[in-house]
């Protein structure tokens, strides 16, 4: 079975300090992996995607297919980045495998 | 375009009382999927359509729980009865068949009492 795992619950960092959430994934060859994110009272929304390559409000990813992983980074953690965090990975495009999710709490 | 969009927001209920979740996906969007989200489990599928057609419900949790999709810009989320362990955050979710990004509703937060 298709698997996400994000081995943190929550993690809690300092203003400025920086911040990685972790992810890992079961192996299937080519995986689409993706990190959607919910903050307070707001709805999901797709933060970034390994495919663009691209930052998102500062955040970006690594595909290490070695280590089957998608860490999400950022330098200099913001308060307003306190939320939700799930990774996700696209199953063979028929529906997507969302890991637990990680709490991410920015302390000023 | 709204986005999807799910109603009711907010539902509170008696334990044994029918619960209907409704959700409209985004206009052409032909894929829509199901979530529950808990503190517990996370972010779970229960189930997504392809076409209004079920191609997956292995996530649902038991037969107290029914999903339909009687068209492209409807469909329902049924749980009968309710129990408290269902309390959580329902989400909806379309997408375009074959691609991978997935448009969440806002949720409906449903408590059982």
New interface residues.
Partial sequence: AQRVTQPEKLLSVFKGAPVELKCNYSYSGSP?L?W?VQYSR?????LL?HISRESIKGFTADLNKGETSFHLKKPFAQEEDSAMY?CAK?NY?????????TRLSVLP | DA?VIQSPRHEVTEMGQEVTLRCKPISGHNSL?W?RQTMM?????LI?FNNNVP??DSGMPEDRFSAKMPNASFSTLKIQPSEPRDSAVY?C?SSLL?K???Y????TRLLVL
């Fill in positions: 689409e993706f959607y707001q709805r999901l929304q797709l995607r799930y696209d495009g028929q529906n997507f495998v969302f890991g637990p999710g | 986005g999927f979530y489990r996370g972010l779970e599928l997504y191609i997956d989400f979710a074959g991978e990004t997935q969440f509703g806002p949720g």
